[in-house]
């Protein structure tokens, strides 16, 4: 039995026979259509979401399963203080697999110690969100048909930015990446992310205040949102607030190509109107994130024994 707790968890080529399964359910969506009959999938979202919550059971509903779960800690046992260990324990007996996401960084490492079925990380607090990485990746390699070559600027919060720090370190294992990584000092990305990923890995990184003078090199441009909910107080989020918003103007030199990612949910950091841009590709991006969350599925219940396809 495998879990999925960060992207380093997979190998390279498992994460390209991941992408090329869910490349293949995206051809040919009827073959898969009943590969999880009579499984559950066990959503445990402990910190809301929209996107991750929904297309894992979209995932679920179209390789013809079912879904338990709930979407907020306040209607379960958390609030009268059980413990995640005691939650997964019981919820593994209910479901064949479970995605869990959490505001403790590392509370899916403490739910693996006690679980009977695979776990995956949905995102714990400021740590890492493997499956939108999974996500990320299936959109470049359709956008871009490549996982290597690439100049990725992330801009916004990199500091409490999960989706960054699993993106980064997935990324630092390609060939020939380099990361512009544009944020206010105090927003840069951790030091441990700095330390222990990007530089013994040899990946090439700036660090920039703006995202003007660097727009031109970039063959993606990931923008995030400020993480309002991780700042100590309302003061310090409202000075980061306005940092950087992408709109037409800022795209003016930008490539013909470039690829415009967000893991959204977006609140002023992307201009509207950019939507309608032919290199706006977040919404491609959220589709994608139903794609590969039904190619990981089947991959960690073959893994674990539980599906043969
Ligand atoms: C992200 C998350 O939850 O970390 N959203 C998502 O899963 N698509 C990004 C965010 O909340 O800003």
Redesign the pocket.
């Known amino acids: 039995m495998r879990h999925l707790l960060d992207t380093t968890d997979l190998s390279l080529d498992e994460i390209d026979d991941i992408i090329s399964l869910a490349t293949d359910i995206i051809s040919n969506p009827k073959k898969y259509a009943h590969v999880c009959d009579g499984k559950k999938l066990a959503t445990l979202f402990f910190e809301p979401?929209t996107?991750?919550r929904l297309s894992f059971e979209a995932a679920m509903y179209e390789l013809g399963g079912n879904v338990i779960g709930f979407s907020e800690a306040s209607s379960t046992s958390a609030s009268k203080g059980e413990t995640v260990e005691d939650t997964v324990r019981i919820v593994s007996n209910y479901a064949d697999i479970i995605a869990m996401r959490h505001p403790l960084e590392g509370a899916p490492r403490v739910a693996v110690t006690k679980t009977l079925v695979p776990i995956i990380n949905a995102?714990d607090g400021g740590h890492a969100?493997p499956t939108?990485t999974l996500a990320d990746l299936l959109t470049f390699f359709r956008e871009k048909c490549r996982l290597d070559n690439l100049t990725i600027g992330l801009c916004g919060d990199l500091k409490f930015?999960?989706?960054v720090h699993s993106l980064i370190k997935a990324m630092c294992r390609y060939k020939n990446i380099k990361f512009v990584l544009i944020a206010p000092n105090e927003l840069q990305v951790p030091d441990y992310i700095i330390k222990d990923v990007l530089e013994p890995s040899g990946t090439k990184y700036v660090q920039v205040e703006s995202m003007d003078a660097v727009m031109p090199d970039l063959d993606v441009l990931y923008m995030?949102?400020i993480?309002r909910e991780r700042f100590f107080s309302a003061e310090e989020y409202l000075k980061y607030e306005n940092a950087f918003i992408l709109d037409l103007d800022k795209l003016e030199n930008a490539k013909s190509d470039l690829t415009i990612m967000h893991?959204?949910?977006r609140v002023n950091e992307i201009a509207t109107n950019v939507d309608d841009d032919p290199r706006a590709k977040y919404f491609e991006q959220a589709l994608n994130g139903k794609y590969v969350r039904m190619a990981l599925i089947m991959t960690l219940l073959k893994w674990g024994g539980q599906l043969e396809y």
Do not use: W
Request: hydrophobic fraction near 5%.
């Open positions: 979401s996107r991750t995102g969100h939108q930015g999960r989706t995030t949102r993480q893991p959204l949910p």
